[in-house]
Structure formats: C-alpha cells, structure tokens
C-alpha cells in the first residue's frame, strides 16, 4: 500500500528543489534556440550550420568543462553556510569565481585551437568561415556564463531561488528578443550581430546580480574576500578538474558528431546542427532532476535509516519516468514544427523527420544517465565508476564507430544519434549493475565515517555536529530549497562565537573549518 501523507510531502519538497531549477535551465536553453532562429535570418542556410557548429563546439567543450568545474561551489555551499555563517559563504563564492577565471586562462588557447580543426571536415568553405568567425567571437562567453552561474548558486542557496526565475524570464528571453530583432533584422549586422545580442544578454544578467547582491549586503553579511580566499586552491583545483573532465567526456561527444557529420554532405550536417539546437531546452530537466535527487537522497543518507533510503531511490525512479515520458513525448511533437522554421530545404526535413525517433531515445537515456551518475552515484561517492564508464563508452564506442561510419559509409542523421545511443545506453546498464551492487547499510556508515567522524576527529567537535556536516555535504550538491525560515533564524541569533545573544551556547556551535575539510 503506497502511504499518500508520505508521499505527498516527500514528493512536494522535490518538487520545490525541481521546479525553479528546471525552469531556470529551460529558459536559459531556449535563448540557444532563439539565437538559433535568428542564425536562419542572416542569410543562406550555411549560416544555420556555421553557428550552429560553433556554438555545439563551444557548449560541448570549454563550456562544459567550466560548468562542471563549477560544481565545486555546489558541493560545500549548504555545509559552509551552516556551519561557518554567511561571511564563509561569500569568501567561497570568490574562490569559486577566481578558480574559474584561473581555469578559463588555462583553456582559452587549446579552445581557440579549434577554428583550424574546423576547416578539416566538409568541403562547404562558406559553413568553416561561418563556424570559425562565430566561434572566435564567442570565446569570453563561456566565462561569463559560468561566473552567472555560480552566482546564482550563491543566492538560491540562501532562499532566493526566484532570482534566476526573474532574470531569465523577465530579462533573459526579452532581451535576447529585441537585441536579436534589432541587431539582425533591423540594423542588418549579420554574424557580429547575433554575437553582441547573446554577449548583451550575460552581462546584463551578471550586472543585476551584482546589483542585487550589493543591496542585499547586509543580509547576505557579503564583504570583501579575506585572505581565505587563497587557501587550499590545489584541493579545489583537483576537485574540479576531476569533474570537469567528465563533463567534457560526457558532452565532447556531440560536438564531434556536429563537426563530423559535414563529411556526410551539407543536408546531413544542416540536419545534425538542427536536431542538437532543438535539444538544448529539452535537456534542462535532466540536470534539475539530478539536482533534486541528489538533494534528496543526500538527506535520506544523513538520516542514517535504509527505509528513508530506498523510499529516496523509488520515489526518483518514478519522478524520471514521468519525466523521461513527457520529455520524448513533447520533443517527437515539436521537432517537426522547429525545423520547419530553421530550414526550407525538404531533404533536410525529411532527414530530421526520420532520425526523430532515434533522437527521443537518446534524449532519454542521456537524462537516465545523469539521473543515476549525478543524482544517485555521485552522493554515493561512486565518481570513478561514472568517470571510467564515461570514457570508455564515449572514446572507446561512440566516438570510434561514428567516425567508420561516416567516413566509410557517409551515414545520415539516424546512424550518427545511433551510435551516441548506443554509448549512452552501455552507461545505462553500467550505471545500474552498479547500483544493484552497492549495500545500502554500508553506504550509510561509509558516508558517516567519510565526513562526518573524520571531520570530528580534526576539528574536536561532537559526532552529533559533524553529523550535520554530513548532512551537507553528502548531497554532493548545494541545497537548493534554500535556507529555512526557522533556521535562518537560528544563525541570526549566534553570536561571533557561535553562542547565543543572551549568553547560552547553542547545540553543535563549534565552527567547522572548511579549509580544513578541502586539504584533506
């Protein structure tokens, strides 16, 4: 018997986690699109193709790569705010926002490599002087997307999750609008347009969060970075480049398949462009799925009770089949219309119409895969088992049986999304043989003895506090449901010591030292 009262209040807190992230990520995805839309209004088609290429590359590679760096912020946000205050939280957020900066300077040159690797597939020279132009244009946005992003982090973890909602919905999208209207179609600035529209729509975004942040000053306790800031950066570095690099394996693989595909002939790689601009916004419940996942099996860990735990794991199983559903279902009916509107060449849209079923699937099983290795494994602390398969199944399976393929065969569109699926779905079986091997018991003490026992032992404090450091820290992403009003409270009645303002300490009020947790 399903116990409703259980279900309905478990399921209402996903949700709270899910929704405003998914939102988030939808409407940022859709101005990919939007762009997209306006790429057909430059010119020929090979304009479609150029910018599209570019902008795959551009995700899929250093994109990628700083975004999943960027997760660092993620992992320790919730614990340093509980624990060590406000004040600690903004010095990570500058940590955070200088590693990527670091990061970004380290990758600019190898990135920018790229615009001659172009060149070497296709013979269409309009489509490589299009891809290369946009791509070089387009190399500072990575960075600014990833400081948007961590910020944004910053704020929804201290309960002002709506302000993502705001910007992207209110200020995002319009933007990217009216710029685009008015710098393309209107003003006629081809290419470069399209570039200062998208390079408009970051900055305004990062710009307003600043504003909100210094308004909000003195309830966000944000002052200038201590000499914290500069501690530990080896630890932060080999963190984030570990996830990094999986994020790289993860998405390279479709900026391979957009690049290669041009061997195919020009109807192909316009098709192929097509369907990867079409999947951005269809790809953002994904990642809020396995937030909230995270999140909640995070909190089932620390509660040390298998019951909580597998009640954790059954209710995300269902919460992703209704989503994987809806998500394939909506795709198999708007990719017909989208193209229509991207592409008035009928081979293109018939090649698309026939590689709609082979994109459902692989959509499916990309979001099935993050669920399980973000969502599930990663609170786990199983990140060599999703870092190994990830490459094995992308370089050793994808990658080499897309590249016989088309360059023995000159393939279409439904060969290229099949063998992405069929790597997908290796990490699928992977992922879940895995899973079926794990010891719910074990995981719990393991997760216990990981953070919060060693914790206690360095710093002296009780099991009891360490505990609630593990209850951070195991979701292996920040608390995305905010602080609560109760809590929040709570911290504001602590003094500098961590005793209450009328004198009496208050339960677990040693301060964990962060740093300390990251050396080790």
């Not at 306006?38 to 088609?45: L, N, R, V």
């Not at 705010?81 to 990758?107: E, P, T, W």
Request: with cysteine; charged share 15%; net charge negative.
């Amino acid at each position: 018997m399903v116990d409703w009262p259980k279900f309905r209040t478990h399921e209402s807190q996903f949700m709270r986690n899910f929704l405003p992230i998914a939102a988030d990520l939808f409407l940022g995805r859709s101005t990919e699109f939007i762009a997209t839309f306006y790429s057909a209004m430059i010119g020929p088609d090979y304009y479609v193709t150029g910018i599209g290429i570019a902008s795959q590359m551009t995700i899929c590679t250093i994109c990628a790569f700083i975004f999943c760096y960027g997760t660092v912020f993620e992992c320790y946000a919730g614990a340093t705010l509980k624990r060590n205050g406000k004040q600690a939280l903004g010095n990570l957020l500058y940590k955070c926002v200088l590693q990527c900066i670091a990061v970004y300077a380290l990758a600019i040159g190898p990135f920018l490599c790229l615009s001659f690797v172009i060149p070497l597939f296709g013979e269409d020279e309009d489509v490589h002087r299009v891809a290369v132009e946009y791509l070089i244009i387009m190399s500072v946005r990575p960075l600014l997307l990833v400081i948007r992003d961590t910020m944004i982090k910053y704020l929804v973890v201290q309960g002002y999750w709506f302000i993502s909602l705001i910007l992207t919905a209110f200020c995002g999208v319009p933007t990217i609008i009216l710029l685009g209207w008015a710098f393309v179609v209107k003003l006629d600035w081809g290419v470069p347009g399209l570039a200062a529209a998208q390079y408009a729509l970051v900055v305004i975004s990062v710009l307003l969060m600043v504003v909100f942040i210094y308004c909000k000053r003195k309830q966000l306790e944000m002052e200038p970075p201590t000499k914290e800031v500069f501690k530990n950066w080896g630890q932060m570095f080999k963190l984030g480049t570990f996830s990094g690099l999986r994020g790289l394996a993860t998405f390279a693989v479709s900026a391979i398949a957009i690049v290669m595909c041009q061997v195919s002939g020009p109807v192909t790689a316009e098709a192929v462009v097509i369907i990867y601009r079409v999947l951005m916004p269809f790809g953002a419940t994904a990642p809020a799925l396995a937030y909230s996942q995270a999140i909640s099996l995070g909190q089932s860990l620390g509660m040390k009770e298998e019951k909580e735990v597998r009640y954790s794991l059954k209710l995300g199983a269902f919460n992703l089949s209704i989503d994987r559903f809806l998500t394939a279902t909506v795709l198999l009916l708007c990719l017909p219309v989208c193209t229509n509107m991207l592409s008035q060449i009928p081979e293109v849209r018939s090649e698309v119409h026939r590689a709609s079923w082979m994109v459902a699937a692989m959509l499916t099983f990309r979001g099935i895969d993050e669920f399980l290795a973000r969502g599930v494994l990663t609170p786990l602390a199983k990140q060599a088992c999703i870092a190994i398969t990830s490459l094995i199944s992308v370089y050793g399976v994808s990658v080499p049986l897309m590249t016989w393929l088309i360059y023995v065969y000159h393939v279409d569109a439904v060969w290229i999304f099949m063998t992405t699926t069929l790597g997908m779905l290796i990490q699928t079986v992977v992922y879940v043989l895995r899973l079926c091997c794990i010891n719910i018991d074990t995981e719990i003490e393991k997760s216990a003895e990981r953070i919060a026992l060693k914790n206690a032992e360095e710093t002296g404090s009780t099991s009891e506090s360490g505990t609630v450091v593990a209850n951070g820290l195991a979701n292996g992403h920040a608390n995305y449901g905010g602080v609560e009003p109760a809590e929040e409270q709570e911290m504001d009645e602590l003094d500098e010591d961590g005793k209450k303002k009328d004198g009496t300490p208050s339960e677990g009020s040693d301060k964990v030292d962060m740093d300390k947790y990251l050396s080790d």
